[in-house]
């Protein structure tokens, strides 16, 4: 009887021992590879723009969820024209930050105007493509509207959205390495500037759908603040795919430029209009494309 409880009290001690071993080897390979793409990126000049570009767009959307808690939160309608200036300004950065230089490197690449043009078109369905292979492929939420509070899925549903946020982010981390990887500074800088913008009310955005499935207010706003940081990720793999590979950058670009548009047209828009809100929406949208073009413009 008292051999067969020791027996029973020492599996779960060796069990919780062999946890703990297997968190700590987890947690420091996890701090060699920061350390090792770190010292990686910090030997590339281009990846450190992407990275910090990145970073800063990450920061923003971490910005946009303060309001969620020092405040009420926005009305539909205030929420319906933020969606479509996030929307114009993604719209603008993609023809101003992504399609038209991806037309300009291919002509410098040898390719007449057929063949930019065909270059740029081939690459914005493949990055549309992708996007809308991967949303029909992996189960997800849509990352706006909402998704009820049922409470025998509602954390199956939470996870959904999370993985729907960051499916969402990729693009515009991916707009941004590509465009630090094109050599413009000031139109990489107008187009990480405009995303920032963008990213800000996104952020609101993001904590406001997650609290609407039945998550607490800081839960919302801490995941929605964390939904950015897969921007500076995606922008270091952008860039680093085309520094070590120059004759893909119209191809790049215009793939970046493809996964927005599909994000926008897909997600954004139809959700700014579903609540009947379509003029302020478009106003917002608008405002956002113009406000973008100005940036990029006078930046470049």
Same mark, same amino acid.
């Given at each position: ?8 009290? #020492? ?8 946890? #703990?071993?297997?968190?700590?080897? @987890?947690?420091? !390979? ?40 020092? @405040?009420? %939160?926005?009305?539909?309608?205030? +929420? ?14 993609? $023809? ?10 291919? =002509? ?21 493509? $992708? ?5 029909? @492929?992996?189960?997800?939420? +849509? ?36 465009? %630090? ?10 187009? !990480? ?52 590979? =120059? ?25 700014? +209009? ?27």
């Amino acid at each position: 009887m008292h051999s067969s409880l020791r027996k029973n009290g #020492s599996r779960p001690a060796a069990s919780l021992g062999l946890r #703990s071993v297997a968190y700590a080897v @987890t947690v420091a !390979a996890s701090l060699f590879l920061l350390n090792e793409a770190w010292r990686w990126i910090a030997r590339q000049p281009t990846l450190r723009i992407a990275l910090a570009s990145g970073a800063i767009a990450a920061f923003a959307t971490a910005l946009g969820v303060v309001p969620m808690l020092v @405040t009420r %939160a926005p009305g539909r309608r205030i +929420h319906d024209t933020l969606l479509g200036f996030g929307a114009g300004v993604m719209l603008a950065a993609t $023809c101003f930050s992504l399609i038209i230089p991806a037309l300009a490197s291919a =002509q410098e690449q040898g390719h007449g105007p057929w063949g930019a043009a065909m270059i740029t078109g081939g690459g914005i369905l493949l990055g549309a493509a $992708c996007l809308m292979l991967l949303e029909r @492929t992996l189960p997800h939420q +849509h990352f706006f509207g909402g998704a009820g509070t049922e409470s025998a899925q509602r954390i199956r549903r939470l996870w959904l959205f999370v993985f729907a946020i960051v499916l969402h982010n990729i693009p515009e981390g991916l707009a941004i390495g590509v465009s %630090a990887a094109g050599n413009d500074a000031a139109r990489a800088a107008a187009l !990480a500037t405009g995303i920032a913008i963008q990213d800000v009310p996104e952020g609101l955005v993001v904590a406001l759908a997650l609290s609407s499935v039945g998550m607490g207010k800081w839960k919302s706003a801490l995941l929605g603040a964390a939904s950015g940081l897969v921007e500076p990720v995606a922008a270091v793999l952008g860039a680093a795919v085309l520094i070590y590979s =120059q004759p893909m950058l119209p191809w790049g670009l215009a793939f970046a430029a493809g996964a927005m548009l599909f994000v926008v047209s897909h997600e954004v828009i139809p959700e700014s +209009h579903r609540q009947g809100h379509e003029l302020f929406a478009t106003t917002g949208l608008l405002v956002g494309f113009v406000l973008m073009m100005m940036l990029d413009t006078a930046l470049a």
